[in-house]
């Protein structure tokens, strides 16, 4: 909003100063800056009113040391994070730029299902929460209206080059034309473009390639926000891991968006998409301000209000920016949480089918999972697990960034 207040200012009034908000730079840190200080400011007064609500996280017992010391901490502390990070987006970005509105409406629709299952456990006594069919059943509906939005919308275009052509006066000109296109990146690839028209293998005509490209998106979106979630386990885990992404998909943003660094780098340049640096910068600054309050001993839980939301956001961002083949390494902690539990689950069913009920509950593949509780039942105190496992964060971030010259 005050993007197009002062565009308005400098256009019709050359109002001193106003210019400034047409650089992404100084509105990314102007986001980041009120970001933190909404989430330090009044993140205090939302938990304090939480806590008078008494929302609080029931704990169950599962023999973790400091685990029970921890009930009764507010919960539903996501809200700091959506407040922290709509506000700053709404007052700094381009509202109708594509790819902040579809960011937007991930960061809300996803914050609203967490919201519907924090409900149900915190005020319904129902310690399961939402259903999970439901919960799918919103990140399948939010993945369609991203693939689609992707797919179809007349502003998700790539840029071209053509061969440079003689010019009388200019000399070599170089020849564009921004084109409607599902290539992504390959990472490590030296031709590193992958068009997913190519799954369907000359079978059907590329008019179908809607349908593989949202089935992907569906998966992603899925996957990565399940993943988010399964990592929110131990005090400043997830956010912390989620602050580390964004950074590094902020860079990708930035890079993206801007024509003299793509060329440089020789990576796709996707025209209007250096705007999600604003966002991504929000989304970081209402994170570190939450952590303030998250980090251990923890004085409020995000709730799935918060991490259901987190690994939404992120998969929009990395399918925006054509990054999302980088995802198993970008957020290689939330794979490993994740995997670590379809594995556990797996192994224990087919040791009680095998050999039966005692001898799996003996023999399990981890201590427990996810495999953050796996390292606490070793002994581990949660605040060095938390740290190694930002450690591990930030390696696969630097990995990630490096295929941009690495192919």
């Keep these: 909003m005050l993007y197009y207040l002062f565009t308005y200012l400098d256009q019709q009034f050359n109002f001193p100063g106003a210019g400034v908000f047409k650089y992404q730079s100084f509105r990314a840190a102007a986001a980041i800056t009120l970001s933190l200080l909404i989430a330090a400011m009044f993140g205090r007064k939302i938990i304090d009113f939480i806590r008078r609500k008494q929302i609080g996280e029931e704990i169950r017992d599962l023999g973790l040391e400091?685990?029970?010391?921890?009930?009764?901490?507010?919960?539903?502390?996501?809200?700091?994070?959506?407040?922290?990070?709509?506000?700053?987006?709404?007052?700094?970005?381009?509202?109708?730029?594509?790819?902040?509105?579809?960011?937007?409406?991930?960061?809300?629709?996803?914050?609203?299902?967490?919201?519907?299952?924090?409900?149900?456990?915190?005020?319904?006594?129902?310690?399961?929460?939402?259903?999970?069919?439901?919960k799918v059943v919103g990140q399948v509906g939010l993945g369609l209206i991203v693939g689609l939005t992707l797919y179809f919308n007349e502003y998700v275009r790539i840029r071209v080059y053509d061969k440079p052509i003689a010019h009388a006066t200019l000399g070599q000109v170089q020849v564009f034309h921004d084109i409607k296109?599902?290539?992504?990146?390959?990472?490590?690839?030296?031709?590193?473009?992958?068009?997913?028209n190519s799954l369907l293998f000359g079978i059907l005509p590329d008019e179908y390639t809607w349908i593989i490209y949202t089935i992907v998106c569906i998966f992603i979106i899925t996957a990565v926000s399940n993943g988010a979630n399964i990592t929110d386990g131990i005090d400043g885990l997830a956010a912390g891991t989620s602050v580390i992404i964004g950074l590094t998909l902020g860079v990708f943003a930035y890079l993206s968006g801007n024509k003299l660094f793509s060329q440089y780098l020789n990576i796709m340049y996707i025209p209007n998409s250096g705007e999600m640096v604003i966002f991504c910068a929000a989304f970081v600054g209402a994170l570190v301000g939450f952590l303030w309050y998250n980090s251990y001993p923890a004085q409020v839980f995000m709730g799935d209000t918060g991490s259901l939301m987190l690994g939404s956001v992120i998969a929009v961002l990395a399918l925006a920016v054509r990054k999302e083949l980088l995802i198993p390494i970008m957020c290689g902690i939330f794979l490993v949480e994740l995997v670590s539990v379809i594995l556990q689950v797996s192994y224990f069913r087919y040791q009680k089918q095998k050999n039966g009920l005692e001898y799996a509950q003996a023999n399990r593949l981890f201590l427990m999972s996810p495999l953050h509780h796996h390292f606490q039942k070793k002994g581990y105190h949660e605040a060095k697990i938390?740290?190694?496992?930002?450690i591990i964060g930030i390696l696969l971030a630097v990995i990630c960034l490096v295929t941009l010259k690495l192919r």
């Design 386 to 390: 938390v740290t190694r496992f930002w």
């Design 66 to 134: 400091g685990q029970m010391q921890k009930r009764g901490t507010p919960t539903m502390g996501g809200f700091i994070i959506l407040a922290s990070l709509l506000i700053p987006v709404l007052l700094f970005a381009q509202l109708t730029n594509v790819y902040i509105v579809l960011l937007l409406v991930s960061a809300v629709w996803t914050g609203l299902i967490g919201f519907l299952d924090d409900y149900i456990k915190v005020f319904k006594k129902d310690k399961e929460g939402l259903k999970g069919k439901f």
């Design 181 to 196: 296109s599902t290539l992504t990146t390959i990472p490590f690839f030296k031709n590193n473009e992958f068009n997913y």
